[in-house]
């Protein structure tokens, strides 16, 4: 923020003022009003300039600020308060200037690490800073090309197609027909599809070049904030008039411009206050828990050297105080040569030995940690299993310092959509007016590619992907013929690995694969549209009034009208590859053919236009097409081709461009002139049409009535475009352009155009609306802001004139567009929308005519479909109309205009202006979307169920569709209960939770017996706490307590209620002993919720896995967030800690990395903490032969360096490199995760074990070497070096029992390790007599190796210091084994064996490796789920539907919701066969069967539902 | 992390042996199997060296004799208790007899107990830089003597602080009372401190042609001292200053609070020493000096012969022979343990 600060108290007083002004508001004035951008007059002057400036540091300020930002780190203070202590000579204890050492080598390593960092941010500010743009310059009357950094707010930048945006900027003029600006936030969200933005209304009429010296308007807007998604203000121009602006209007700093060739903007916000700035955030940072644990050990390591100190100090002051009054020649009196009291000197002494001591405190601990972490961040990021090579993207770890926590999680909460399917949306089936169409053929087709994708898993190379990969990136001439071939190959090779490669190809389309393009349509549906369709022609031909169309024909028709435009698709065309995005490097701007340039960007566009098409440029465009194409500067063709997406009414017949173009720009305006008088009405209040008078009067020659516009752009579409074309007087011209292309042109079948038109959509389930209705010859081919162009059977192109857009949100759940329908000339409203939201909103049917009775069977019908449909696990949406007669529009047109003009509350007034269109619908039908379940799944969630690893789902789906995908992908389990709770009321839930638990105890409390002997639950559990989980049985977890054989299915509705403070606990209580939790409906808030109330109440660690906006939240209150960087663009990967490109990689994150790091790092710091004591206290044990003075025999060199030198590396390659069980193993074997999960590899005691062992092993690597030295003429150094060798080969051998896998690395730093000490050790001897006095071991170390003593030592001290914990480490690996060791030995085993044995049964693995109960139990699981591998292929091969379809009996027929009991077929023996009805309802005496609780049907399965209240009216969220 | 590689799989990380965290291990087992072969093999080792080593020290010798108050010394401990008498000589002898004849070198120690010479003040107490020879520093001593920089004159001390200052300055005389007579026992009283720290580590400063009185003009001796430091061999002039071998033994700071420090070797060139050391009875003159009375300490002087490892210190052979019976024992009860228990452990892995 650096703000201009004049020095001038005037300025400074003015610019109080202002400040206070501007509290609420900016102001914005033009800069060229005055002189100098920055010159005491310009009002703009206080905000912020466009130069940014992420670093932290500058030259002056870095070490300071550095070293002030490292001294928040607790124990970086802590050793520089030692280093400094020992300069103070009464306590020093070592050289000062050597103590200091250590704190400046981490000191430094960690400011060399920040200012490189830094130095990178700056260099790419430097970077961005000094990207050009084209900025107006008042004396050049120009656009002149400044640098980024030195644009100002105020000033008038112009902005070319493919340039990113220096700042924010509002649209003044736009070189396209409609003053649109199309940009590509993808850097912004992630969202791969064009934006459009509009120029501010006031500015639209301008038919000529914007000109920023006429421009004299004030803006007035918000103060900067990082709201994307909002921008509000107005501009007040001189005449006083204003002008709201949107966000509409606002295009974003770091957008790009696309498909719009040349826009001009003022900027409002610059530099570090533009929108995209404001929203970046630094990385997160986290404690890993872990971490945690290990600062609770920190500080008792603190605790523990105060005492030994403490200890020291009193010793001293004892020893001291025997002497008396008679000082001993050796008590060195104070440098005063005063006596000290054996008081003060104790004092001074406790000072000294913190400073001797201060090892214990491992300085390096810290520092080897984050290494071990970058480096294990690192082995995450390159592991090949974790890259998919679909999207080219490998898991991504954005924090860097919670890797061991993925090795500890007990919770995952996951999202449904795009997390566990895949959210590529395919179309499935639909009802039309109560009719349904089953798409069978098309269900077919979907299951081919299945079967293609496992049949091309065991031949990967077959043939035939060449020609359509070749088909996407080629020249259409060349598609033409291409195409036919492809399709029909396509059935052959068409599986889903190709899809795939496919859309790596077109890799920045969305949701674009084949799967969900090509959709087979139904036949009894298209005769009926074709049906329609000349119905309709017929009855136009003879001006027959739409009307009489047989209604269900209407319906067909107004049902794919609806899914063609009642969406926000944005249509490109193909030849305009949105690859060539990577031309735009800075510095590469693409070079606009300055002629096109020049011609396209004059608006005055009808002179230009007929120059343009003068011979030589068409010419040269269109006689060597195809070389053309692929030669000439891309942009060039780029920007041509873009200008045809734009206008796509025209874009079938794309390859004439130019001609086109000019015919197309004169089509628009001539649309814009309507003559009808209720359209004149309509123009005053339509914002969007405020233009079209000044523009009916600059191209009045071209005024034609709309009647005739639309019979043109209807002939225009069709083949024979010439007639119409003639008209716009450019005969010669397209006789040109067309020669060399006509037979292309005849042959080729207009749907192969067609099929080249992309749609860009925001949700992909519009995106699959659109495919299908295009498979019934329905297909959007065009949408503008103010007009969509849909093409329909026989009836050609037609234009809707779009008059408003009522967006998707998710408290309405449902979109609707308001149009003009061309055929009836009526105001038609559009709604699509979750089958809740919209079936309320149905106009209730007057049973008294037939009609009436009709519209009552549809209702009916279609909610019985909606039913069907979502038993399936299909997403169903509604789509209804509503016609609006003239007067009752304008009504509401008023009162919607109001509401947009509004300023204050915009947003509420215009959500009720929606809900006030959208009543009293008239239903047309619903489609079913299936959402595939990604690769996988079933097998990760099987598997990491196994690792003990409780999941919940959390999506806003509704209950059934929910159910069902839970279903598919295993989460549930068909033999097991479902508890599903629906309450409506707050008392309702309650009871239900209290029947619920009656109902678990009292089924569990008899089964237990039978499950496992060693679990006694439930015994004291009371209603209201929570479980407490019985002393665990010698190694049994203290996990989650008993987690039964039941499912818990909850409803967004009642969550909210049991979420609530008083219920949380029982719902809790519920939830924890079921296996697995689906809560549907859930809003994103709940989900952030349900996880927090999970955190904290049952202090577990909690993982949230997402994908859309909508997981943000719960992913950042999880412990670990991770996002699927999958097709809901980027907000879920920006919030997560760890982005993965799909849900299986999490086995392997979790499974294999999280155990490996957790396991790793857990070992690590124990071993650290061991060492650090084990070295400390020789040097205590020491202090009883010195008379406690602070004296010790290991050189102060050793002592400072010994930690941070020569024991340090093998550490961190074992911490970095140690594999305790191979990830072969741990995969076959989730039941290892258990392991990090019960932190059994760091438990508070194994500290204090370690400690133990610690100073036993220095006791003995200090009374070995006492006694054999003892009595002898050694002296102190010459003692003590050999105690530092053996301390050094006893702490390496230590590492060596506790690594488990000896890779060269280790080998080669243990022995680095060892020549490091000695050589240094040598030269320090030898290098100087006099310099490190006090110490001075002078050629000691020399001496000892001549000593065979010292070799005597090296092989009894370690041996005897290292006996016990060997000995117990081999009677733990023989006697009782954990099952970690158990996995370390069977990946000792040849591979095929351990298949053998891996393959024989869960269950007996789990036998031996401990009484856990969930083992045994879960053994069963795995026994069906995981191991037997053919039948989890065959599973999939047959999908979904055949899952579905299996589990689920067929439905009844009632409409009603709940009442169908989705039982699974007979539950095998795995319940309680004892267990009677009768013996649970006594137990649980509230319930009484007019509660809802249904009784399973027969006595094998049991399914209880539990629902309250009358009306449970589903509500579905649509994009969850 | 590196360039990006153009092309669809540009992303896709090396599938390197190292990165993919594939690299060839050796993984042991720390399981019965494995672990008792060593543990067998190591007790094995043990029992030989510590049989070994036990032989060895058997066949050394070693004679202390505490001489504090010992014989005719109880008077001059009695003298040495006053401060006020430190300048009066005292001298005193102390009788002591060999059984059995001392074969090979034999060493002569005095032994001091309850001397703390590794306090840390203490030891910090002296300057390196003077006993090297440094000029500036002889006259102007490093702050780590203080307060044993300066005498009472005010002249810096030579050598200064309190390791020197308290230098053991009782001296030995060894007699044979062979049948014969008594005979002197010849102690080589050079040659007993290390080769580096008689000529590289002290040195007297350079003195030209000067005298070594002449070099340490204008330097006081410490303040215990009844000699200067460049007289303290009235015997021979170049074991004088700095790189007399008694001061640089002494310098050697001892580890423990019982020492001893070497006084001289035998010289065996003349008979009856040629073999070492005879039986009979000897007899030691002792100038008595240095007081020890007022931190309970005791005197001692030592005859030794040694081994290739050191003097006769019976502890290394005992831990060894103990350490290779725990893991004997240790590695017997595993056996037992895993031949009773062990049968399921290997049950699980089939």
């Known amino acids: ?1520 | 992390m590196g360039k990006v590689k153009p092309g669809p799989l540009s992303r896709r990380p090396d599938n390197s042996a190292f990165k993919q965290q594939r690299l060839p291990a050796w993984s042991p087992m720390l399981t019965a199997n494995t672990v008792l072969p060593f543990f067998y093999f190591m007790a094995l080792i043990c029992m030989l060296l510590g049989v070994w080593l036990l032989l060895t020290v058997q066949s050394t010798q070693e004679l202390k004799l505490d001489y504090t108050e010992a014989g005719t010394c109880d008077i001059c401990f009695e003298k040495r208790k006053n401060v006020s008498n430190a300048d009066q000589p005292c001298s005193c002898t102390v009788v002591l007899s060999i059984k059995k004849a001392f074969k090979g070198d034999v060493f002569f120690y005095y032994g001091l107990q309850n001397f703390h010479q590794n306090l840390r003040r203490y030891m910090d107490s002296r300057d390196d830089a003077q006993m090297v020879g440094r000029k500036n520093n002889l006259k102007s001593p490093s702050t780590y003597c203080l307060p044993f920089d300066k005498d009472k004159n005010g002249l810096p001390v030579a050598p200064c602080g309190a390791v020197a200052n308290s230098i053991f300055n009782d001296s030995f005389t060894l007699r044979y009372m062979a049948p014969s007579g008594s005979v002197l026992v010849p102690l080589l009283r050079k040659g007993i401190s290390w080769y580096t720290d008689k000529n590289i580590k002290y040195r007297n400063p350079s003195n030209g042609n000067m005298t070594l009185p002449q070099v340490f003009e204008g330097t006081g001796r410490p303040l215990y001292w009844q000699k200067p430091v460049y007289d303290l061999d009235p015997h021979d002039a170049t074991n004088n200053g700095f790189i007399n071998d008694d001061l640089i033994v002494w310098m050697r700071e001892a580890a423990f609070p019982n020492f001893k420090k070497l006084y001289g070797v035998l010289y065996r060139a003349n008979k009856p020493f040629v073999n070492g050391l005879p039986a009979g009875n000897y007899s030691v003159d002792i100038s008595y000096n240095f007081p020890v009375k007022y931190f309970q300490g005791r005197k001692e002087v030592v005859l030794t012969t040694l081994t290739w490892f050191g003097g006769q210190n019976h502890f290394l052979p005992i831990a060894y022979l103990v350490t290779s019976c725990l893991i004997l024992l240790i590695a017997v009860i595993l056996t037992v343990a895993w031949c009773k228990f062990g049968k399921s452990g290997r049950n699980m892995e089939e």
């Open chain 1, 1 to 1520: 923020m650096a703000r201009d600060s004049e020095e001038d108290p005037k300025a400074a007083k003015r610019q109080r003022k202002r400040k206070q002004k501007e509290n609420k508001t900016r102001t914005v004035h033009a800069n060229i009003l005055y002189d100098h951008a920055k010159g005491e007059e310009n009002p703009n002057r206080h905000y912020a300039n466009n130069k940014i400036k992420t670093t932290k540091y500058t030259v002056l300020s870095f070490l300071p600020k550095n070293l002030f930002e490292q001294f928040h780190r607790f124990a970086n203070v802590y050793f520089v308060f030692i280093a400094l202590l020992n300069f103070v000579p009464v306590v020093n204890a070592f050289q000062p200037e050597l103590a200091l050492a250590p704190v400046v080598f981490i000191l430094s390593v960690t400011a060399i690490k920040d200012l490189w960092e830094d130095y990178r941010r700056h260099r790419s500010d430097n970077e961005i800073n000094h990207m050009d743009c084209l900025v107006y310059c008042r004396v050049e009357r120009r656009y002149v090309e400044k640098f980024w950094k030195e644009v100002r707010v105020g000033d008038f930048i112009r902005l070319r197609c493919n340039e990113i945006l220096p700042a924010d900027v509002l649209l003044l003029s736009s070189s396209d027909p409609d003053r649109l600006c199309h940009i590509e936030t993808a850097t912004l969200d992630g969202e791969t599809n064009l934006k459009q933005r509009q120029v501010v209304r006031s500015f639209l009429d301008l038919d000529c070049d914007f000109d920023p010296l006429k421009y004299n308007g004030i803006i007035e807007c918000e103060k900067p904030n990082n709201d994307l998604n909002r921008f509000r203000g107005y501009i007040v121009h001189r005449s006083g008039r204003r002008d709201a602006l949107y966000k509409e209007n606002l295009l974003l700093r770091g957008c790009t411009i696309r498909n719009t060739e040349d826009a001009v903007g003022i900027i409002i916000y610059a530099g570090h206050e533009t929108k995209a700035m404001l929203n970046n955030n630094g990385p997160r940072y986290k404690r890993s828990k872990l971490e945690r644990q290990m600062n609770v050990d920190v500080f008792w390591c603190v605790i523990i050297l105060l005492v030994m100190c403490l200890f020291t100090a009193v010793g001293h002051g004892l020893w001291m105080f025997q002497y008396g009054d008679k000082r001993p020649v050796f008590d060195v009196l104070s440098p005063e040569g005063t006596d000290l009291s054996p008081v003060m000197s104790a004092i001074y002494l406790f000072l000294t030995m913190i400073i001797v001591f201060q090892v214990l405190i491992p300085i390096s601990l810290f520092v080897s940690i984050e290494i071990v972490k970058i480096c294990q961040v690192f082995f995450i990021h390159q592991d090949l299993d974790l890259y998919d090579e679909e999207t080219d993207s490998n898991l991504q770890c954005r924090a860097l310092n919670i890797t061991e926590d993925l090795g500890q999680m007990q919770y995952i909460f996951s999202d449904k959509t795009g997390t566990l399917t895949e959210n590529k949306m395919v179309f499935r089936r639909c009802t039309v007016a109560g009719v349904e169409y089953s798409h069978d053929a098309n269900a077919k087709r979907l299951a081919m590619y299945q079967e293609m994708d496992s049949e091309e898993e065991e031949c990967p190379s077959r043939g035939g992907t060449l020609p359509r990969r070749d088909s996407v990136g080629s020249h259409q001439s060349a598609k033409v013929v291409l195409r036919s071939q492809s399709t029909k190959s396509h059935r052959r090779t068409g599986s889903r690995a190709e899809a795939k490669r496919a859309s790596i190809l077109s890799k920045h389309t969305a949701f674009s694969s084949p799967m969900e393009k090509d959709i087979t349509p139904d036949p009894q549906l298209l005769d009926k549209v074709n049906e329609c369709g000349s119905q309709m022609d017929f009855m136009r031909f003879h001006s027959q009034p739409m009307s009489q169309l047989p209604s269900d024909l209407a319906d067909v028709l107004d049902f794919f009208v609806a899914l063609t435009i009642c969406n926000t698709v944005v249509v490109s065309s193909p030849n305009q590859p949105r690859q060539k995005q990577q031309l735009l490097q800075p510095g590469h701007q693409p070079l606009l053919h300055p002629r096109l340039l020049s011609v396209l960007s004059s608006p005055s566009a009808e002179s230009t236009l007929t120059k343009l098409d003068e011979e030589q440029n068409l010419q040269q465009a269109f006689s060597p097409v195809p070389p053309q194409y692929d030669g000439r500067p891309l942009s060039a063709a780029e920007g041509e081709l873009r200008y045809e997406a734009e206008s796509p009414d025209e874009a079938a017949l794309v390859y004439a461009a130019r001609a086109y173009k000019c015919s197309l720009v004169r089509m628009r305006f001539e649309l814009k002139s309507p003559v009808k008088t209720i359209e004149d009405f309509i123009k005053r209040f339509t914002p969007s049409r405020l233009t079209s008078g000044s523009n009916s009067s600059s191209s009045s020659s071209l005024v034609t009535n709309r009647s005739f516009t639309r019979g043109c752009s209807s002939v225009l579409s069709s083949p024979s475009a010439e007639s119409t074309l003639t008209k716009l007087d450019e005969e010669q011209n397209l006789q040109q352009a067309f020669s060399p292309v006509p037979p292309q042109y005849d042959g080729r079948p207009l749907s192969a155009v067609e099929g080249e038109l992309r749609y860009e959509a925001e949700s992909p389930d519009e995106a699959a609306l659109v495919y299908a209705a295009r498979a019934y010859k329905c297909s959007l081919v065009g949408r503008l802001p103010d007009q969509v162009t849909v093409e329909l059977p026989h009836l050609g192109k037609l234009s809707f004139e779009l008059l408003h857009t009522l967006g998707f949100d998710s408290t309405r759940k449902r979109m609707s567009v308001v149009v003009r329908h061309p055929l009836t000339d009526q105001i038609t409203v559009y709604t699509k929308g979750a089958d809740s939201a919209i079936m309320e909103l149905i106009r209730p049917p007057d049973t008294g005519n037939s009609k009436g009775k009709r519209h009552k069977k549809i209702l009916s019908r279609t909610q019985h479909f909606l039913n069907l449909y979502a038993a399936d696990g299909l997403r169903t949406l509604c789509i209804a109309k509503k016609v609006l007669s003239k007067e009752q529009y304008a009504c509401w047109l008023q009162r919607h205009l109001e509401a947009e003009t509004a300023i204050q509350g915009r947003e509420e007034l215009l959500f009720e202006s929606a809900l006030r269109l959208e009543t009293n619908l008239q239903l047309l039908g619903a489609t079913g979307i299936e959402d595939r379940l990604q690769d996988g799944v079933p097998e990760t969630i099987a598997s990491l169920r196994q690792a003990g690893l409780q999941i919940w789902v959390l999506t806003g789906d509704k209950q059934e569709t929910a159910v069902n995908i839970a279903y598919a992908c295993k989460l549930l389990d068909p033999e097991e209960e479902i508890l599903t709770l629906n309450a409506d009321s707050q008392e309702a839930c309650a009871v239900l939770l209290e029947e619920s638990l009656h109902y678990i105890q009292a089924k569990f409390l008899c089964s237990s017996s039978e499950h496992t002997t060693t679990k006694s639950y439930h015994s004291n559990v009371s209603p209201f706490g929570i479980y407490t989980p019985p002393p665990p049985p010698s190694s049994c977890p203290p996990a989650p307590p008993a987690v039964h054989q039941l499912g818990l299915v909850i409803d967004g509705r009642t969550l909210a209620y049991a979420l609530d403070r008083s219920l949380e606990d029982k719902f809790l209580a519920v939830a924890q002993s079921c296996r697995s939790v689906l809560c549907c409906r859930s809003t994103p808030l709940q989900k952030s919720m349900v996880v927090k109330l999970v955190r904290n109440k049952l202090k577990v660690m909690t993982l949230a896995i997402g994908d859309g906006a909508n997981d943000v939240s719960m992913i950042q209150v999880a412990d670990v967030g991770v996002g699927i960087s999958g097709q809901e663009g980027m907000q879920a990967v920006m919030a997560s800690d760890f982005a993965l490109p799909r849900f299986r990689y999490l086995q392997k994150l979790l499974l294999v990395h999280g155990h490996w790091c957790y396991s790793r790092l857990a070992n690590m710091i124990l071993y650290f903490f061991y060492k650090n004591a084990m070295f400390v206290a020789l040097i205590f044990w020491y202090q009883f032969y010195c008379g406690f003075s602070g004296s010790s025999m290991i050189d102060q060199w050793y002592l400072i360096f010994f930690n941070l030198m020569f024991s340090a590396f093998p550490q961190l390659i074992t911490g970095t490199l140690d594999k305790d069980v191979s990830a072969e193993t741990l995969q076959q074997l989730p039941q290892l995760y258990t392991n990090g999960q019960n932190s059994e590899e760091y438990k508070p005691y194994m500290f204090w074990m370690n400690m133990i062992d610690a100073f036993y092993q220095s006791l003995v690597c200090f009374f070995i070497p006492y006694f054999a030295y003892a009595d002898s003429d050694v002296d102190l150094f010459t003692w003590g070096t050999p105690i530092t060798s053996l301390a050094l080969f006893t702490i390496l051998v230590h590492l060596g029992i506790e690594t488990k896998t000896w890779t060269r690395m280790n080998w080669l730093c243990i022995s680095f390790s060892v020549s490091l000490f000695f050589t240094v050790a040598l030269c320090y001897n030898a290098y100087c007599p006099t310099c490190f006095s006090p110490s001075n071991p002078y050629w000691s170390m020399q001496r000892l190796l001549q000593d065979p003593l010292f070799y005597l030592l090296c092989v009894i001290t370690p041996a005897a210091a290292l006996l016990p914990r060997y000995f117990y480490r081999a009677c733990q690996g023989t006697l009782f084994p954990s099952p970690v060791q158990v996995g370390r030995q069977l990946d000792k085993l040849p591979a095929e064996t351990r298949r053998n044995i891996l393959s024989l049964s869960g269950v007996k693995m789990g036998l031996p490796l401990g009484p856990k109960p969930h083992f045994l139990s879960l053994g069963k699981t795995s026994f069906k789920g995981c191991n037997k591998k053919q039948q989890q292929q065959q599973q999939q091969r047959r999908g979904l539907q055949t899952d579905s379809d299996k589990e689920l009996p067929s439905a009844d027929k009632d409409t009603l919701p709940y009442t169908k009991d989705a039982a699974p077929p007979a539950s095998k023996d795995c319940l309680d066969q004892t267990l009677d009805a009768s013996s649970w309802i006594t137990s649980t005496p509230l319930l009484s069967p007019s509660d809802g609780v249904q009784f399973p049907p027969d006595g094998d399965s049991f399914c209880v539902k539990y629902s309250r209240g009358s009306e449970d009216r589903l509500k579905s969220d649509q994009s969850s």
